[in-house]
């Protein structure tokens, strides 16, 4: 009859709003709450209130929008201010995200929810700095999560390696898994040390980090060491060569020119340079052209005439050409070189058994003589293990693999090599368990993990 002191409207959106949060539809009630502003103006209180109905309801776009209104007229609380950053976020709005959750820190102080919130956008930013920040109140907020310890040790490898083992340490006493890679950085360092040089330094750091798959974080490690010493030549030697691991996708290597620029300055530079020519002729193995390859490493050869490495990597290459002959004298010299390093020797006997050639004349011999150097060596104890089972020993061949899994359980190769002579004897029971440990154990795109998968498939559908 029109005597009622508010109009039907906002009584009927009062009514709404109430039904609504009876069952908890957010949304609809995120909808009403505007009319009511329309009547009562001051109550500027809820545009929060609308926005965090829209948030929890799943209409981030207005929820932002919402939100925003509420920060312009300086309506919004801190709890407010995550859940606009929240929502910014979801909508992919990620600087007025950052901006919400800092002027939230501001209203009540660092959390590690808003920094975690702050890590991960900056991380999608690529916004290293801010990460740096991020990751330093994360370690100081929450100083038994080593993870936090790890990335930003990692990261400072990069730029301030002597700064960033102080955390990579810190990350290791907190967690055991991290141990290996934190020594293999520290060892880096301390060796750089005698030189006194931080280009140097942040070369060795580079190569630690390249070694741990860092390749992003190796990468800066190598540019740092260039604008340092812009003559470095074995900076740009192994910049062109973590370029490729980055740049190339899949190991499509021939459609790529990744790292090119940088070999060449190397060599421009330093064409007596061990890394340059070696990176160059890895370079040119990827592309297939085997016989550029085998230019840059016989340049290798004749700088360090009593490197077994380089020794390897010119029968490797001349046997992928289908020189097996001339292949295997470069093995073996590698093992004149290094007669007491097992390494070369299974080596030597890994060609046999990838080419199968002399295996009971030459691979058998270089593998009895790795497990002399090294009895518990689980790849050397593998590998004689497989050349047995190629010789149709299979129960040597078994107490061999056995050996190598009491030495390393979960070398991955031997799981596939047992499982391989279990089904070669009948034993399916014992077969499918080695080959799915194989499966497990080993790095999932590894061949190992691949062959383990293919069999299998192949043998238990």
Do not use: C
Not at 254 to 268: D, I, M, R, T
Not at 445 to 458: E, G, K, Y
């Amino acid at each position: 009859m029109g005597i009622s002191p508010l109009p039907h409207d906002a009584y009927s959106a009062f009514g709404n709003i109430r039904n609504a949060l009876k069952v908890e539809a957010l949304l609809n009630a995120s909808s009403h709450l505007p009319k009511i502003l329309a009547y009562f103006p001051s109550r500027v209180d809820l545009w929060e209130l609308t926005g965090h109905y829209a948030f929890l309801g799943g209409d981030t776009e207005s929820a932002a929008t919402y939100f925003q209104h509420a920060a312009t007229i300086d309506s919004l609380s801190a709890s407010g201010y995550i859940e606009f950053g929240d929502a910014a976020q979801q909508n992919g709005d990620f600087s007025t995200a950052v901006e919400a959750w800092q002027t939230a820190i501001a209203m009540d102080g660092p959390t590690i929810e808003l920094y975690s919130r702050l890590y991960e956008t900056h991380d999608l930013q690529d916004d290293l700095d801010a990460i740096i920040n991020d990751l330093y109140f994360l370690t100081e907020l929450e100083p038994t999560n080593p993870n936090h310890f790890y990335k930003l040790g990692i990261i400072l490898s990069s730029m301030q390696p002597e700064t960033a083992l102080a955390y990579l340490i810190q990350a290791s006493e907190l967690e055991t898994a991290y141990k290996d890679d934190v020594q293999t950085i520290k060892d880096s360092v301390d060796a750089a040390r005698k030189y006194d040089d931080p280009a140097y330094t942040l070369l060795e750091s580079g190569r630690a980090l390249a070694n741990l798959n860092q390749w992003e974080h190796a990468i800066r490690a190598f540019e740092e060491a260039i604008k340092l010493h812009p003559n470095f030549a074995d900076a740009w030697a192994f910049l062109g060569e973590a370029k490729q691991h980055i740049e190339v996708d899949d190991g499509q290597y021939q459609n790529s020119n990744a790292g090119l620029v940088e070999l060449e300055k190397a060599l421009e530079i330093d064409p007596q340079s061990i890394a340059a020519n070696t990176f160059m002729a890895l370079f040119w193995q990827r592309q297939q052209h085997y016989d550029l390859a085998l230019v840059y490493l016989h340049a290798a050869d004749s700088i360090e005439p009593n490197n077994p490495n380089i020794e390897i990597e010119i029968g490797r290459t001349l046997a992928i050409m289908g020189n097996l002959e001339k292949a295997q004298r470069y093995y073996k010299r590698a093992t004149e070189i290094s007669p007491n390093d097992p390494h070369f020797w299974r080596q030597l006997a890994g060609f046999s058994i990838k080419y199968d050639t002399q295996l009971r004349e030459i691979g058998l011999p270089a593998a009895r003589k790795a497990i002399l150097l090294n009895p518990e060596d689980p790849a050397s104890l593998d590998t004689m293990g497989e050349i047995f089972i190629l010789l149709q020993d299979i129960y040597s061949g078994i107490r061999f693999l056995e050996r190598a899994i009491e030495a390393q359980p979960d070398y991955a190769p031997a799981h596939l090599h047992l499982g391989f002579a279990y089904l070669l004897i009948g034993n399916d029971d014992l077969a499918q368990k080695y080959l799915t440990f194989a499966s497990t154990f080993a790095t999932q795109d590894s061949t190992t993990a691949q062959q383990a998968r293919r069999i299998l498939d192949s043998s238990f559908p």
